[in-house]
């Protein structure tokens, strides 16, 4: 059960952030690499199987929604997803997203600022796509520098989504969570970040 929706207004906000104008042209984004995907923590919830279609779908919604963003700016972007659920079928999911920023002749000064605004700017428009309505509540991470937490209002079905952004250099971290504890998605967000 997939309930979630990748905000897609984001890359102007990242392009003006971090190039000001000054990106060339260039071939943008690329989905999946597996050096990437490897980054990703292998079992965030124990005992939780992971979903491939799940992730895949993950990944397909936020590769499509970035390259849209980001086609003439210049700006490259690599996407790994991974998502785990207690068993098949379950409205219960979390999953990870890790997504990297290149961009020709741009200093990896300039480049690690596209992170930190996506990350604050992906976390407090993830509601909107997951709930239609904005955060309930938004906090951190507490010992995971530049993270945002989005808490969702619950659906009409009473499910609640949340999802923990940060940035760690030129990399930009999403966590979210379907029928999971904010505490349960705060420990996946800490275990990443410090596989990272």
């Not at 491939?52 to 990944?59: E, G, Q, T």
């Not at 300039?110 to 309505?133: E, M, N």
Request: glycine share 10%.
């Amino acid at each position: 059960m997939y309930r979630w929706s990748v905000p897609r207004s984001f890359g102007p906000v990242i392009v003006a952030a971090a190039c000001g104008g000054a990106c060339a042209a260039v071939p943008a984004p690329s989905a999946g690499a597996s050096t990437l995907g490897q980054r990703i923590v292998a079992d965030p919830v124990p005992g939780w199987k992971a979903a491939p279609a799940l992730a895949s779908s993950f990944k397909q919604q936020f590769t499509q929604g970035l390259t849209s963003e980001l086609s003439s700016s210049g700006i490259n972007a690599t996407v790994a997803a991974k998502a785990w659920q207690p068993s098949p079928g379950s409205s219960k999911e979390v999953g990870v997203l890790l997504v990297t920023f290149s961009a020709s002749g741009v200093k990896q000064s300039v480049l690690s600022q596209i992170p930190l605004v996506a990350g604050k700017d992906t976390a407090s428009q993830f509601c909107q796509g997951s709930s239609g309505k904005k955060p309930a509540r938004m906090t951190t991470v507490a010992g995971v520098p530049h993270s945002h937490l989005a808490i969702c209002s619950p659906t009409a079905d009473g499910t609640r989504t949340a999802a923990a952004t940060f940035a760690k250099g030129t990399l930009l971290a999403l966590v979210v969570a379907t029928g999971f504890s904010t505490s349960g998605l705060r420990t996946v967000a800490t275990t990443q970040y410090r596989a990272l």
